[in-house]
Nanobody, 123 residues
Framework: QLQLVESGGGLVQPGGSLRLSCAAS????????IGWFRQAPGKEREGVSC????????NYADSVKGRFTISRDNAKNTVYLQMNRLKPEDTAIYSC????????????????WGQGTQVTVSS
């Protein structure tokens, strides 16, 4: 069964850090780009970051540049999102998704999706 499973979410104070993981099972993720998306209550889903199949290309939303870092370990079939200097506006459900080879900005082009993990930034 092909699936993506996110982990690492939780409650953190403003200025804190979290590392999210996206583990793939049932398929080799090393031929897939992995994107992270988030959706806050009452807001549309937005793309946060993406990494190409080889890890050679990454991109970030302007709102997280300089604070978030995406990386991948293809030997472990896992992609990570390191989130530093978190802000209350980063509060959302974070989901990872996979599409062949290269990143794209539109969520509908991603084939596989995880269930999501809640990130709450609050004092």
């Amino acid at each position: 069964q092909l699936q993506l499973v996110e982990s690492g979410g939780g409650l953190v104070q403003p200025g804190g850090s979290l590392r999210l993981s996206c583990a793939a099972s049932g398929f080799r993720s090393d031929s897939y780009a992995i994107g992270w998306f988030r959706q806050a209550p009452g807001k549309e889903r937005e793309g946060v970051s993406c990494i190409s199949f080889s890890g050679g290309s990454t991109n970030y939303a302007d709102s997280v540049k300089g604070r978030f870092t995406i990386s991948r370990d293809n030997a472990k079939n896992t992609v990570y999102l390191q989130m530093n200097r978190l802000k209350p506006e980063d509060t959302a459900i974070y989901s990872c998704a996979a599409r062949r080879y290269y990143c794209a900005g539109y969520a509908s082009s991603y084939t596989y999706w995880g269930q999501g993990t809640q990130v709450t930034v609050s004092s």
